[in-house]
DNA sequence: TTCGACTGCCAC
DNA sequence: AAACGTGGCAGTCGAA
């Protein structure tokens, strides 16, 4: 049963359930209290109905504020995104009344950028801004059901509909998941990070300036190069290099390692430092954390791969030393469960490799490769990588060779991705979502668009040097090479996300409600009571079989859970 | 003063 | 060892 949902922006709200063609009318009605006529909804149906609305985004966190949790949902917004991908019109406005505008043959309105503010300081506003962009004459409801309708047809219509049907449906699943953790927060022990803080870096100074231990260290290198240099500054550096007689290319870490000079081991340590104080320095910790709880803002679908990304806060990029103030409530625990080798195992499965499936069947896929790398894991592993990132250089050369000898298939797979990247097509997930196409710049430049005729001259073999169409043809091949893997991967984490939030859902509460804190790409962090870490575990090991089904069938590929039970997410 | 390009480092 | 994919974010620096 879907049901389709509009608030009125004061509590209440309007529903029509939606018959089984998605358009006939089914009943209809107007509450005051929508989140109360929901949990009604929720608790009493038969069959766990889907929620059909405009945008997760915006409906679901005022319904949350009452403590509602809701099983399904049909995000109209994503779905529009994910079908205007497939249809090559990747970044087309996707909000329901630039859909509905669509439909109709109107002029089609611009997204409004969706601003839920730096993370802890909550929203003060009196009525929750209509971002559907309908023209304000149209009937809400009456667009919304005739715009899931339109994108219920135009999934039939696909190839492979009923995987386009999962994948809609857990793009949606993991909006709901990505307001659920955005509320609940990651437990983040304040105390314990400025006592991290201050430890490296010195007691927190007044706004604005260097903490004690950078400031000292900023002194000792300008004494070492005999001249004021702010070591914030790569201009700066680059020209002190020179002056004491070791210029170098860049300031990149790597670089002055390589360089011997007693200033090297300062500039590094300070680069270290300088990086947490301002990244995730006392800045961010006012910043983004409040009540012992960080709460980032995901943005679901933000990356093209179907990866998610955040907005603010920096939460997909949380540094291993600062995950020491990741801490468990008193008498919880974290449960951080991840996808080890995710991306080749997928690269086994969708390729149907049957040497790369068969060690992909064992939990640690590069140490099974080994054989066939002269028994080292280190170069299987930087064959496997090299064959779905593109890279040619260094000495993966003879590693891909090997590759293409051994995972013929495998390589084919990845392979065939480039060459459609390098003329210009689209490259598709498993369950369906689409790479954006190439600019009206790069078709210029690689096809010969626009009027000029035929391609630029190459032949595949020329170097990068003055030949920019090549150049830019390789890099798109990397890219689509990538994005099959890296789409597909984010899928398989869409999918077992929602099965785990399923699972969670369904356990006895009696225990306690174990919580989704955190998700990262292959990762995820269970925020769960001592008394329920047994049936939690259960919980993500029945999820990854379950996924593994949904999404490849009877597969003999293995997708092995790193599971940690911990205090500390730093011991993950 | 504001803005964007650029650099560099963090995560997967 | 350092050209290999997706991102976010802070700082510098020159242009508007």
Redesign the pocket.
């Known amino acids: 049963m879907r049901i389709a949902v509009v608030p009125d922006g004061e509590g209440g709200g309007r529903l029509r359930e939606l018959a089984a063609d998605g358009v006939s009318e089914a009943s209809l009605w107007r509450v005051s209290d929508l989140a109360g006529a929901i949990a009604d909804y929720e608790k009493h149906a038969a069959e766990s109905p889907r929620w059909v609305w405009a945008s997760t985004d915006e409906v679901y966190p005022p319904l949350m504020e009452h403590s509602l949790r809701i099983g399904r949902c049909h995000d109209v917004a994503l779905v529009e995104a994910l079908l205007l991908g497939h249809q090559g019109r990747f970044g087309e406005a996707r909000s329901l009344g630039a859909a509905w505008a669509r439909l109709h043959g109107r002029d089609v309105p611009p997204d409004l950028a969706h601003h839920p503010g730096t993370g802890v300081v909550p929203q003060a506003t009196l009525f929750e801004p209509d971002l559907s962009t309908l023209p304000p004459d149209v009937d809400r409801l009456a667009a919304l059901v005739e715009v899931h309708a339109d994108q219920q047809r135009r999934i039939a219509a696909l190839p492979s509909p009923d995987r386009f049907a999962l994948l809609a449906a857990v793009e949606s699943a993991g909006a709901l998941a990505a307001v659920e953790m955005a509320h609940v927060g990651v437990p983040w022990r304040a105390d314990v990070h400025d006592k991290l803080l201050t430890e490296q870096l010195g007691p927190r100074p007044s706004a604005g300036a260097r903490p004690g231990v950078l400031a000292e260290l900023a002194e000792r290198i300008s004494d070492a190069f005999g001249r004021q240099v702010?070591p914030?500054?790569?201009?700066?550096?680059?020209r002190a290099f020179a002056a004491i007689g070791h210029p170098v290319p860049?300031?990149?870490?790597?670089v002055?390692r390589r360089v011997e000079h007693p200033v090297v081991p300062l500039l590094l340590r300070y680069?270290?430092l300088?990086?947490l104080?301002?990244?995730n320095?006392w800045?961010?910790l006012d910043t983004w954390v409040q009540h012992g709880r960080f709460r980032p803002d995901y943005?679901v679908g933000?990356?093209?791969?179907g990866?998610w990304?955040?907005?603010?806060?920096?939460?997909?990029?949380?540094?291993?030393?600062v995950r020491r103030a990741v801490v468990a409530d008193p008498d919880w625990t974290l449960i951080a469960a991840?996808a080890g080798q995710?991306e080749p195992r997928i690269l086994a499965a969708v390729s149907g490799d049957h040497a790369l499936a068969a060690a992909a069947g064992s939990d640690d896929l590069y140490a099974r490769l080994a054989g066939a790398f002269e028994g080292d894991r280190q170069r299987a592993k930087?064959g496997v990588?090299?064959a779905m990132?593109?890279?040619?250089?260094?000495d993966?050369a003879p590693l891909l060779r090997t590759m293409r000898r051994t995972f013929p298939r495998a390589m084919e797979y990845v392979d065939a991705a480039a060459r459609a990247g390098e003329e210009g097509l689209l490259v598709r997930s498993w369950l369906g979502r689409t790479c954006p196409p190439p600019s009206p710049m790069w078709r210029r430049i690689v096809l010969g668009d626009a009027g000029s005729g035929a391609p630029d001259g190459r032949d595949g073999r020329d170097s990068d040097e003055g030949d920019p169409a090549g150049r830019a043809a390789r890099?798109r091949g990397?890219?689509t090479?990538?994005?099959v893997i890296?789409a597909t991967a984010a899928e398989w984490a869409l999918v077992f996300m929602a099965a785990v939030r399923r699972g969670l859902a369904a356990l006895d509460p009696g225990a306690g409600v174990p919580q989704t804190v955190f998700f990262?790409?292959?990762?995820l962090v269970l925020h769960v009571p001592r008394a329920a870490v047994d049936s939690a575990v259960e919980v993500l090991r029945g999820a990854e079989v379950e996924t593994r089904h949904l999404l490849f069938g009877a597969t003999e590929v293995r997708f092995p859970l790193d599971i940690a039970v911990v205090e500390c997410y730093a011991d993950a």
């Open positions: 702010n914030d500054s790569p201009a700066q550096l680059l860049s300031t990149r870490s790597w002055l680069k270290e300088a990086r104080h301002s990244a320095g800045t961010w943005v933000g990356v093209v791969s990866r990304a955040t907005r603010g806060g920096g939460a997909l990029q949380i540094p291993k030393v991840d995710l930087i990588l090299a990132y593109g890279q040619t250089g260094g993966a890099e990397r890219f090479r990538n994005f890296q990262q790409h292959d990762e």
